[in-house]
């Protein structure tokens, strides 16, 4: 898996305790394409591809247009990816972890680039929201 940036001026750590198996929080979270159904704060979700490392996808979250590629696919386990939008670069990891019927899946995030690094404090308050938010939106989702 590639590492988040822990230099970056904007990062995030989050887990969450999931009351489903590692493979039905993966097929929701794997599941680009219907991100939107689910995932309040994204729209236009499209998976340019197979889902494996190098192919590409786009969405939209908070406004901004994003163009991702996949690094990290490994079924049940970890997924991951870089982004980039408006100057700003991203890691974006995801890590499953199953036991006993539950699975913990904890989430972190870098950002850097101009902007990030200009308004710091506001996007790390940002991040750190819209973190929580899509990790309590997965939770509802995979406990239906």
């Known amino acids: ?33 219907n991100w939107a159904n689910w995932q309040t704060d994204i729209s236009n979700p499209k998976l340019n591809g197979e889902l494996k490392p190098e192919t590409t996808f786009d969405w939209k979250t908070g406004g901004a247009k994003i163009h991702s ?13 870089t982004g980039k939008t408006f100057g700003m ?8 972890t199953e036991t006993k019927g539950q699975t913990q899946v ?7 680039g101009f902007f ?9 308050k940002n991040l750190e929201k819209g973190m929580q938010n899509w990790l309590n939106l997965l939770k509802a989702e995979c406990e239906k």
């Not at 590629?69 to 386990?77: D, G, S, Y």
């Not at 904890?106 to 850097?112: F, I």
């Open 106 to 112: 904890s989430v972190n995030e870098s950002m850097e």
């Open 116 to 124: 990030a690094t200009l308004l710091k404090k506001s996007f790390n």
């Open 89 to 96: 670069f991203a890691i974006h990891n995801w890590t499953l």
């Open 69 to 81: 590629t996949l690094h990290t696919v490994v079924p049940f386990k970890a997924f991951g990816w």
């Open 1 to 33: 898996m590639k590492s988040i940036n822990d230099n970056a001026p904007v990062k995030c750590s989050k887990t969450i305790a999931i009351n489903a198996s590692s493979e039905k929080v993966w097929a929701v979270m794997t599941n680009i394409d």
